[in-house]
């Protein structure tokens, strides 16, 4: 018996993957392979690819093409949507072209970040990539983007067939249900670790993740939990996961999701420059946190 793809691959547990890097920085693909494959075994529904956590910025576009293609191998392109900002609309749209050729099921796309883009260019850039052909997911980043795609915005990108889905990284929890009013077939998805219970119960249809690259287990039973209204076994579980949650939403986010990866026995390794290593404090507060959680049996 064969099983449809879902057409809205973006639901469930998307893992915005870390992208190991040997000690020579370059990208070690087979462990990343294995790592995707991991991530999905413990739960999750799938991955997101050259996000920022995967330091696409950083990337050559042979390497960016290629994490797309090893993610694809190793889980099956349905539940691949990767990353395809780009400061052109045109260059973003060959991201998505790129993806689509790989067999993934959807892409996910920041607004214009080279420059505090206004709402004619906003919706042209999203015009331009969905001309790729595959599911878009707007990715709201207010705060390193400098554009806000408010609900109004992002309703009338979903009125136009341009976009599916948000992951929503404000932190304004209150947007969830203007958005709902706005464009109730939107799908929401919580884009930070931090508020993932405040925008399950406001009716989150999915995750786009940065702490399963270390918990996997723990972060989905915390997510079906949540968006099933279990909140009995949702916030006792938050209360506890919380402490390194709230490093998804920290600069330094990469540095510390990779180093929980290390604690609890993967491989997290080290960031491309700019980004450069944690500050003793700030190792120490990770630390803390990731082997609290390995202490309650939650790795």
Request: hydrophobic residues 45%; charged residues 25%.
């Amino acid at each position: 018996m064969t099983t449809t793809p879902d057409p809205r691959p973006w639901r469930g547990v998307l893992v915005a993957t870390a992208l190991p890097l040997d000690d020579d920085l370059a990208v070690d693909y087979d462990r990343y392979a294995e790592h995707c494959a991991w991530l999905v075994a413990n739960g999750c529904d799938g991955v997101v690819p050259n996000g920022s956590l995967g330091e696409y910025q950083v990337l050559t576009p042979e390497e960016r093409a290629r994490v797309v293609e090893t993610a694809v191998a190793a889980v099956g392109g349905e539940r691949v949507m990767p990353g395809v900002a780009a400061y052109g609309s045109a260059e973003a749209r060959r991201w998505a072209e790129q993806a689509r050729e790989a067999g993934c099921g959807a892409v996910m796309l920041l607004p214009p970040n080279a420059y505090r883009a206004d709402e004619r260019a906003v919706v042209a850039h999203y015009a331009e990539v969905a001309e790729a052909g595959l599911p878009v997911v707007a990715y709201n980043n207010p705060i390193d983007t400098k554009v806000d795609l408010m609900p109004e915005l992002l309703a009338r990108l979903h009125c136009e067939g341009l976009v599916q889905a948000v992951k929503e990284f404000s932190g304004d929890v209150r947007r969830a249900y203007r958005i709902g009013e706005l464009a109730p077939d939107l799908d929401l998805l919580v884009g930070a670790d931090d508020v993932l219970v405040e925008l399950a119960v406001a009716g989150a249809k999915g995750w786009v993740a940065g702490y399963p690259n270390a918990l996997p287990r723990a972060s989905v039973e915390l997510y079906r939990a949540a968006v099933a209204g279990d909140l009995a076994v949702a916030l006792p579980l938050y209360r506890r996961l919380h402490a390194v949650l709230r490093w998804d939403s920290r600069v330094e986010f990469v540095q510390a999701i990779k180093l929980s990866m290390d604690i609890v026995g993967r491989y997290g390794g080290r960031c491309r420059p700019p980004r450069v290593p944690l500050t003793p404090e700030q190792e120490a507060a990770v630390r803390e946190a990731t082997e609290r959680a390995v202490a309650a049996g939650l790795a």
